[in-house]
């Protein structure tokens, strides 16, 4: 940018005119200083005005008053003009350099006012984190000083009591809990237990998963969201895993083992165990370790192996013996599927009279597909009465009845029975998939309860969704079209505002009806929907697979983007800049992809055709999740064709029904954490 200046100022306007000579000099120019005020370029000091004007007078008075040869005189003005003009073009250049610095400067300062307010978030934060921490860090050591022997079992539980309900106000009280002696922990213990009282429930999960620590599936999400929902609501919740070779332990904080010895029966002996202690997520985590069976849990997968009954009846029994030993006396003792199962006999053959009499069992069932039959004998590997427990109303298979079902033993030693599902009902449930337990989930229909998954909202969540260009939420639903706009240009699809995405997560495509997909899409192929498909994880035909995908259903390439890697910021981009999701199923305990895209504002349509017996049920059957009904009167009836219908010809409906959609709270702090509590309290009572 040039200053504006006459011409008429520096050329004079008949250059041909003889005129005296002058001697004409170029006038300084001042350059700007650091921390000197920009505006300075541009103020003249009275005295400089002064000086250039006395410089005029005398060059014109020069030029007047000598004889010259025009020509020289002509040369001498278009030598002014070049060194006016070259004065003036570093002037601006000057003012240029000048406001690029003075625009850094704003810009680092408001680089640094946003990382002030960063770090004044997260020390807020920190210090509900650290509380917790300190939290599971007195009631580890509580657990050294029982298994030490300093303390006994009944001191431990008030102990622990003491600490679960007084959490907030610990750290007035303790102080240097690491520097200090369990001795001089114990004195302030007892100091401070006067006048305590008990009041949240206090939950112990013996499973074989949680997240971010070891995952195969939907148990260690379920585990780990419900645990946090609990604990944010003042119950205290324990997990306790196997230690894994391949645990994630950088996830882990404070992880140390217990300076103490710990045993378990198993095949007719005692065996030690190495006891580890640890924070994750706030939530405090067991792992044991067996000394012996060390191979136990050393293996490259989780599950799968020909001896996974000994392992995980190894597991469940020392988890006893150590809840035991430790004096811990938890309202509940939570386990999951077939693999810990096997506590509920063991807790009312065995446990029941070793100071565990206020204590009940839950049972969560995440799937039927996988029961664990074996031979009768193998239960007095853990201490169990083969003859006691081979019965018809007790852990005999109903079909293969020389054999034991160890699901079924614990669905009947079980206090509560809660079988996660988003979409099915109690007498769906009973009357089919359950693969043969029938007539074990009709005998105990009272004690069993439907529940769905939650949906983490501290991670998926458009209105405070780190991973998105901009933010977005019911009271302001513009910016989701600015995530489209980021989504279309990301992936070089044509940024059309009216454009209808429709965006599908699957972990593989074997997991996709692909008939019903490839009907589907063909049906709105002609209409220039844009698709975007993603995969979990990468496949290794995938070129053949999506060659084949788009040579049947004609989709032109320009609208057809399919990512065969997973990338987790771009996948929070598909939920926000679609407007319809397509899941191969309603239930999607793993990746979610319906709760999702309800959160997101994006319309969830199931791919598969056969939903009819899931329709009889919703109909006909009251005992449905909330999630259920919600999903019986939006979406369970509508096709992808309906779906696009709706959103071209009834604009504003569509709009306002996507935003009671993402009004709706599916977390783990809704409807599965109430079902919980109350299931909790029904059987503390009992």
């Not at 003491?162 to 009280?173: A, T």
């Not at 009940?360 to 074996?374: A, Y």
Request: proline share 3%.
């Amino acid at each position: 940018m040039l200053l504006e200046t006459p011409m008429s100022a520096v050329i004079p306007s008949h250059p041909s005119v003889p005129r005296p000579n002058a001697t004409i000099r170029a006038r300084a120019v001042r350059c700007l200083r650091k921390n000197e005020d920009v505006n300075s370029l541009f103020k003249a000091s009275p005295e400089m005005k002064l000086e250039a004007h006395e410089d005029s007078e005398r060059s014109l008075e020069s030029l007047q008053s000598s004889s010259v040869d025009p020509e020289v005189k002509h040369s001498d003005i278009w030598r002014f003009f070049r060194e006016a003009q070259q004065n003036i073009f570093f002037i601006n250049k000057q003012r240029l350099l000048a406001m690029e610095e003075l625009d850094k400067i704003k810009k680092e300062n408001q680089l640094l006012l946003d990382r002030v307010e960063q770090l004044e978030m997260q020390k807020q934060a920190g210090v509900g984190k650290d509380k917790q921490s300190m939290c599971w860090e007195l009631l580890h050591r509580i657990d050294s000083m029982v298994l030490t022997g300093m303390i006994n079992k009944e001191e431990a539980h008030d102990f622990r009591g003491l600490v679960v309900n007084n959490k907030f106000s610990l750290s007035d009280v303790f102080s240097d809990i690491q520097q200090k002696k369990d001795s001089e922990l114990l004195s302030e213990f007892r100091q401070f237990l006067n006048g305590s009282k008990r009041s949240g429930l206090q939950i112990v999960h013996i499973c074989t998963e949680m997240e971010p620590l070891v995952s195969s599936g939907s148990l260690a999400p379920y585990v780990t969201g419900l645990s946090l929902a609990l604990q944010k609501k003042g119950h205290l919740v324990e997990v306790i895993l196997p230690k894994y070779a391949s645990l994630i332990l950088d996830e882990v904080q404070g992880l140390r083992e217990i300076e103490a010895e710990s045993f378990s029966y198993f095949n007719g002996q005692l065996h030690g165990n190495r006891i580890w202690t640890g924070i994750v997520y706030g939530i405090g985590v067991t792992f044991i370790e067996p000394s012996y069976y060390s191979s136990f849990f050393n293996r490259e997968r989780l599950y799968g192996y020909s001896d996974d009954f000994e392992r995980f009846s190894y597991f469940s029994r020392a988890s006893l013996d150590y809840i035991v030993k430790s004096g811990k006396q938890p309202d509940t003792l939570h386990i999951h599927n077939w693999e810990t199962a096997i506590v509920g006999p063991l807790f009312w053959e065995i446990f029941v009279k070793q100071g565990l009499a206020d204590t009940r069992i839950l049972l969560t069932c995440h799937s039927f597909d996988s029961q664990c039959l074996e031979q009768p004998g193998k239960l007095a590997l853990c201490g169990l009465d083969p003859a006691r427990l081979h019965r018809s109303d007790r852990l005999q298979d109903n079909a293969k009845t020389h054999l034991v079902n160890i699901l079924k033993g614990g669905f009947v030693y079980s206090n509560k029975v809660v079988i996660v599902s988003s979409i099915g009902s109690k007498g769906r449930i009973i009357q089919g998939f359950n693969h043969g337990l029938e007539p074990t989930l009709a005998t105990n229909k009272d004690k069993l309860l439907v529940c769905p998954s939650g949906v983490d909202t501290s991670i998926w969540d458009p209105s405070k969704d780190k991973l998105l260009p901009s933010n977005y939420s019911t009271k302001d639903m513009e910016s989701k079209a600015v995530c489209k706009l980021a989504l279309q240009q990301r992936l070089g699809l044509s940024a059309h505002a009216s454009a209808i995405i429709v965006g599908c997560v699957f972990s593989d495509f074997s997991d996709i009806n692909m008939v019903d997909l490839k009907e589907a899409v063909r049906h709105v192929s002609r209409k220039g929907i844009q698709f975007i498909f993603m995969g979990i994880c990468e496949m290794a035909n995938v070129s053949k697979a999506l060659d084949s995908f788009r040579e049947e259903v004609k989709v032109q390439d320009e609208n057809l983007r399919f990512i065969n890697k997973y990338d987790e910021a771009l996948s929070h981009l598909i939920f926000a800049g679609s407007d319809i999701m397509l899941c191969q199923s309603f239930h999607d305990p793993v990746f979610q992809v319906p709760l999702k895209a309800l959160k997101y504002g994006a319309a969830p349509i199931a791919i598969t055709s056969d939903n009819n017996r899931l329709r009889y049920f919703a109909d006909h059957d009251s005992e449905t999740t909330k999630f259920a009904r919600f999903i019986s009167s939006t979406f369970l009836y509508m096709s992808l064709s309906q779906a696009l219908d709706e959103i071209e010809h009834n604009p504003l409906k569509w709009k306002q029904m996507m935003m009671d959609c993402m009004a709706e709270d599916f977390s783990w702090d809704a409807e599965c954490y109430d079902i919980h509590v109350s299931a909790y309290t029904a059987i503390k009572n009992l």
